[in-house]
T-cell receptor
């Protein structure tokens, strides 16, 4: 296992289109997180899963956003009817258990550009 | 809620000189604190973490940070900068929010290293 993988690395889409990103966490990690990072800012929490259950969603996550982790392994983040304000880096992270003292392992991110 | 403030958005040093990246946090209890580094087009890499053990924490690549409760600070230092240290650095605090722990990121400090 080589860490957290995200696909694609870059995505350019036209406003109004739907996009889907994928995250493959470290295999033994049961928690998976999605963060969004806009230019010049630190990452902001969007949502997280414990196994296949989505336990929390941030207020930042509008109704156009949906995330799944169907088998408790990989996760997808879908954005419907994209807007220019959705342009950002979308980061996925994973951890083993809820003990945040050990930090998370992050992927390289998917950079979304909405034109 | 806890928060973290990175006092400098940009820091520029010459190669071979010391590095100091400043971070202050607000906390109502003993937090866990982290420093992450992000190189261009790469994911976030954990440099070091403080989890209520020794207050001087050593990390990778020669970085270290000191937890000072009286000053609510967790500054990152390195005795001698290398060109490869040029990157964005994030100070991060764990916070109990909405029934779970989460990582809360500062806005980042961009480190420039001059030859």
């Amino acid at each position: 296992d080589t860490g957290v993988s995200q696909d694609p690395r870059h995505k350019i889409t036209k406003r109004g289109q739907n996009v889907t990103f994928r995250c493959d966490p470290i295999s033994e990690h049961n928690r998976l997180y999605w963060y969004r990072q806009t230019l010049g800012q630190g990452p902001e929490f969007l949502t997280y899963f414990q196994n296949e259950a989505q336990l929390e969603k941030s207020r930042l996550l509008s109704d156009r956003f949906s995330a799944e982790r169907p088998k408790g392994s990989f996760s997808t983040l879908e954005i419907q009817r994209t807007e220019q304000g959705d342009s950002a880096m979308y980061l996925c992270a994973s951890s083993f258990s809820e003990d945040v003292r050990y930090g998370y392992t992050f992927g390289s991110g998917t950079r979304l550009t909405v034109v | 809620a806890q928060s973290v403030t990175q006092l400098d958005s940009h820091v520029s040093v010459s190669e071979g000189t010391p590095v100091l990246l400043r971070c202050n946090y607000s906390s109502s209890y003993s937090p866990s604190l982290f420093w992450y580094v992000q190189h261009p087009n790469k994911g976030l890499q954990l440099l070091l973490k403080y989890t209520s053990a020794a207050t001087l924490v050593k990390g990778i690549n020669g970085f270290e940070a000191e937890f000072k409760k009286s000053e609510t600070s967790f500054h990152l230092t390195k005795p001698s900068a290398h060109m490869s240290d040029a990157a964005e650095y994030f100070c991060v605090v764990s916070d109990w929010m909405d029934s779970s722990y989460k990582l809360i990121f500062g806005s980042g400090t961009r480190l420039l290293v001059r030859p």
